[in-house]
């Protein structure tokens, strides 16, 4: 069975494909302006590479970050919004929170579905679904024949308290699709059926905003696909880890905003559990940016709303955090003094000084090369691509060492400090706002950058040990292979946590569960492979938001008041047990198991490690030490290998300073720890 995984970045598109247990990876550049593109000329190069031909690919599935992109940058359709008359400006009212409190320069970003778009309309329901004023379909035709005169691509349809009765919407998005056959219309029933109007609206519209090109983007990628000769119909992997087919994308393709980083935490969740550690914060580390996620106890934590370029998105995803540090960040000197490493990127094009296409600016990548971290004929891509150590010593000359007045080893050393400082603040914050300690976990590294930065940030954040898995420059795609199909159900309740509304939950969880059994039932009959989680959304009675509490099958209203007084005191420090929970949310996830692939045993090799070469590294900014290079090919389990060394392999480079040792694990992991005196790890 052939299997190919597909992580679209914003620098470099990774492609996983898996004969049997044997895995092979590469690396093509990204192609933005058409992603579909570079999935393409990635698929004829890696089964070219297998010695594959199309008809042989049993499944294909990936990961992008499209949707997100689309909203970054603003370039999504033309849309309008279809509401309850009175609230046309829920979009700009939004939360009484702000950015930064005292910076007036920092400012929302713009209502996507702009204040001449938007239409209200006469309806009404209470907060328990029944009818107040039914809805005004004459108003509705006549915004939807305004909105065929404005050319208006995409429509948001969102009614008060519709997640308690979806009538209205339903009737609105009739009458638009008979109007505007062409158009894009989202529902928030579809969407995100479930209490806060502001998010609901919010995710609502973002949806129909990234829509109609998110749909021309993956009927692009079936045609692309299908040209190539593979059959198999593409997978997506959701904002929340699991897969889901194109068709359900196209309808909700707000989901996807997280898709390719969701995929690399789900994978390292399942590694990390492998090598025996079920606590881990995850970093990924790409040509943009870095992702941060946290896996307690084997699990990763779920978020129900999280922000996607500064419009709140209520779908459940990763609790992931992005951070604008990758190889690509750009160095800046302030007019201060001060160094700054990102959020700003040079991208894939031109990318770094090092790549050699006419990029000015200094970057990661151009400080790891000047170090010696990287090799300019090794490049960062098994030699396919070389990179330029003199226009990335001019590049770091110009911008970091002439304006700091410091040598050029300095410079470099320091855009490396920051950027490992910037990544473990960010992994810190993770960590302890939730309550846990680094000093107890590790860090798992990947992406192309991230096991080049590893030992550097896990000092920095006091991690004691890291985990390098094989290949880290595609465990994103090669996550994709190690996920199963997920959906999920939701039901507001708004109920006390007393016996009428614990009731009213086990109601909700009892459709939801039939609903998920009638999903499993599609993905697989064997209801063996049938899996169910129960979450609930509670709060304290007068608090604003909620925390998630998993719920057994077997709990009592008992049993999950003393499970939410526990996770709110290790998320918050505090509970308060004489103050009534309010239960808001029921979620169920429904996982069809069976699908995925986990990491393989590696056999141990009966050979000695042996160094490949050495050369010059800087670790300190000032001394150049003699560095054995070593091929991660060539390990095996048992191995180990102490500082100062460098470990190449296709996808990445993995850094051991002084003083640092890696241990190969049964599965191929690098396990990196400072070494004592006695020289043991």
């Known amino acids: ?76 359709a033309k849309t309008a919004l279809v509401t309850t008359k009175g609230f046309r400006d829920v979009l700009e009212i939004a939360r009484q929170t702000r950015p930064n409190l005292y910076d007036y320069r920092v400012t929302r970003p713009p209502a996507l579905a702009p204040r001449r778009n938007r239409v209200e309309v006469a309806e009404r329901l209470d907060q328990d679904g029944s009818i107040l004023i039914p809805l005004d379909t004459k108003a509705v035709t006549d915004a939807g024949k305004n909105f065929l005169d404005a050319g208006i691509e995409a429509i948001a349809v969102v009614f008060l308290h519709s997640y308690r009765n979806p009538i209205h919407e339903q009737q609105a998005e009739e009458i638009l699709k008979s109007l505007l056959p062409k158009a894009f219309v989202s529902c928030s029933i579809k969407v995100s059926p479930e209490f806060r109007e502001f998010e609901r609206t919010s995710t609502t519209v973002l949806n129909a905003f990234v829509g109609p090109k998110m749909a021309t983007y993956f009927g692009d990628l079936r045609n692309r696909v299908i040209k190539l000769g593979i059959t198999a119909e593409p997978y997506i992997v959701h904002s929340g880890g699991g897969l889901m087919t194109l068709e ?28 025996g550690f079920p606590n ?9 940016s870095t992702d941060i996620g946290l896996i307690i106890n084997g699990e990763i934590r779920i978020s129900a709303e999280r922000d996607v370029a500064g419009y709140p998105v209520r779908t459940p995803s990763l609790d992931i955090s992005v951070i604008g540090a990758g190889g690509g960040s750009l160095a800046v000197v302030d007019a201060a003094g001060g160094l700054s490493v990102g959020p700003q990127s040079a991208g894939a094009i031109p990318g770094p000084a090092a790549y050699g296409n006419g990029g000015k600016g200094a970057t990661l990548t151009d400080a790891n090369l000047i170090l010696g971290r990287l090799d300019a004929d090794t490049g960062l891509v098994d030699g396919s691509t070389k990179l330029d150590l003199g226009a990335a010593e001019n590049a770091m000359t110009e911008q970091v060492a002439k304006p700091l007045e410091i040598t050029l080893e300095r410079a470099a050393a320091g855009v490396l400090s920051v950027a490992a400082a910037n990544i473990a603040r960010a992994i810190r914050s993770a960590s302890s706002e939730r309550g846990h300690d680094l000093r107890d976990m590790a860090l798992i590294a990947y992406g192309g950058a991230g096991p080049l930065v590893a030992a550097d940030v896990a000092l920095e954040s006091g991690c004691p040990v890291v985990i390098v898995p094989p290949a880290p420059g595609t465990l994103c795609a090669r996550g994709i292979l190690m996920s199963d199909p997920t959906t999920s159900f939701v039901e507001t309740i708004l109920r006390s946590a007393d016996a009428e509304g614990w009731q009213m939950a086990k109601d909700a969880f009892g459709r939801m569960t039939s609903l998920g059994d009638i999903w499993l039932n599609k993905q697989t009959p064997d209801n063996t492979r049938h899996q169910k989680k129960w979450i609930i959304e509670a709060r304290y009675l007068g608090q604003g938001f909620e925390a998630t509490t998993m719920v057994l099958p077997h709990d009592t209203l008992y049993t999950f008041t003393e499970r939410f007084h526990k996770i709110h005191a290790q998320e918050h420090g505090y509970d308060i047990r004489s103050r009534q929970i309010e239960i808001v949310n029921c979620r169920l996830t429904a996982t069809a198991t069976g699908f995925k692939t986990g990491p393989k045993v590696v056999l141990p090799s009966d050979k000695e490690i042996q160094s490949i070469g050495t050369r010059k590294v800087c670790f300190d900014g000032e001394t150049l030490i003699e560095t054995s290079i070593y091929d991660r090919s060539s390990t095996g ?5 102490y500082g100062p060394a460098i470990i190449i392999e296709k996808t990445a480079t993995t850094v051991l300073p002084p003083d640092w040792a890696a241990v190969v694990d049964d599965y191929g992991n690098l396990i990196l720890r400072i070494t004592n005196r006695d020289n043991s790890v």
């Open 637 to 641: 389990p048992g191995h180990k290998i």
């Open 1 to 76: 069975m052939i299997r190919i995984g597909i992580d679209v970045g914003g620098t470099f598109t990774d492609l996983t494909l898996l004969q049997g247990t044997n895995a092979i990876h590469h690396k093509t550049p990204s192609t933005p302006k058409e992603p579909a593109r570079a999935i393409e000329t990635g698929l004829r190069e890696i089964l070219q590479l297998a010695s594959v031909t199309p008809d042989q690919v049993n499944w294909i599935g990936h990961g992008t970050t499209v949707a997100t992109n689309m909203a970054i940058e603003r370039n999504g």
């Open 248 to 275: 359900t994308a196209e309808q909700i393709p707000v989901s996807t905003c997280l898709s390719g980083p969701s995929a690399g935490v789900a994978a390292a969740a399942v590694i990390a559990l492998k090598a």
């Open 280 to 288: 881990v914060a995850t970093f990924d580390v790409g040509g943009t």
